[in-house]
């Protein structure tokens, strides 16, 4: 290995550690701003899960599919192949549709209308290919979803459902996905022999989906302040 190669490896990995604690903060405000769930009516608990429905249910995969065509090194390959192989033998989409029907929550044109604008620019981000802001993104959402899921539990509960195979298999699975993904981020970054542009802009996916989890958790949703 070339003396510029392993500076340009040692100047990569000290870059994806401040990148992942940026991350974790980006969730923990996330979580933070959910709505209480004692407080949210029975159509504001209904909402919450249709559009998250919408979402989920047709474009995950094909989020994990741009990521998987976006990579070039064998470890991010293998690490979002596992992931897609998972997805599809498991059909985890019909896991969350049966979810969402047991929780009287099955989405209408008005839920994905709600979200369209949002979800719609983050088609046109991923359409670009851009393998790190993609990977990045995904390791966002991962470990988003295994956090979000003792919420999404306790909302359909509230709606009478007792259907959680979606959130029991996602909220263990999902810690495992986004530090894999995490992996593939430096297998990526160190593949890579350009300089890296500032890591706001390779943030561009997490700020992205951060408005669109935001579109399905508030769209609805009455502001209650606590007296």
């Known amino acids: ?44 608990r209904r909402g919450i899960i249709a559009r998250y429905t919408a979402v989920l249910e047709g474009n995950f995969i094909y989020w994990m599919t741009a990521a998987y065509l976006s990579v070039a090194s064998p470890e991010a390959q293998s690490v979002i192949q596992d992931n897609l192989r998972e997805e599809v033998r498991e059909n985890h989409p019909g896991m969350l549709r049966k979810f969402a029907v047991a929780a009287q929550a099955v989405p209408t044109d008005s839920d994905a209308l709600a979200v369209y604008q949002n979800l719609e620019s983050i088609r046109q981000f991923v359409g670009r290919l851009s393998a790190i802001k993609i990977v990045l993104m995904m390791a966002f959402f991962e470990g988003f979803i295994t956090r979000f899921m003792p919420y999404f539990a306790e909302v359909a509960k509230r709606q009478g459902s007792a259907e959680y195979e979606y959130t029991d298999v996602h909220g263990p699975r999902d810690v495992v996905h986004s530090h894999e993904l995490f992996g593939a981020l430096h297998a990526e970054m160190t593949l890579s022999r350009d300089p890296m542009p500032p890591v706001q802009d390779l943030l561009e996916g997490v700020g992205l989906l951060r408005t669109l989890i935001h579109s399905i958790v508030q769209s609805g949703v009455v502001e209650r302040r606590t007296p």
């Open 1 to 44: 290995m070339t003396p510029e190669i392993s500076r340009l490896m040692t100047a990569k990995r000290s870059l994806t550690a401040p990148i992942q604690e940026h991350i974790d903060r980006s969730i923990d405000d996330l979580l933070t701003s959910l709505p209480n769930p004692e407080q949210l009516s029975a159509d504001e």
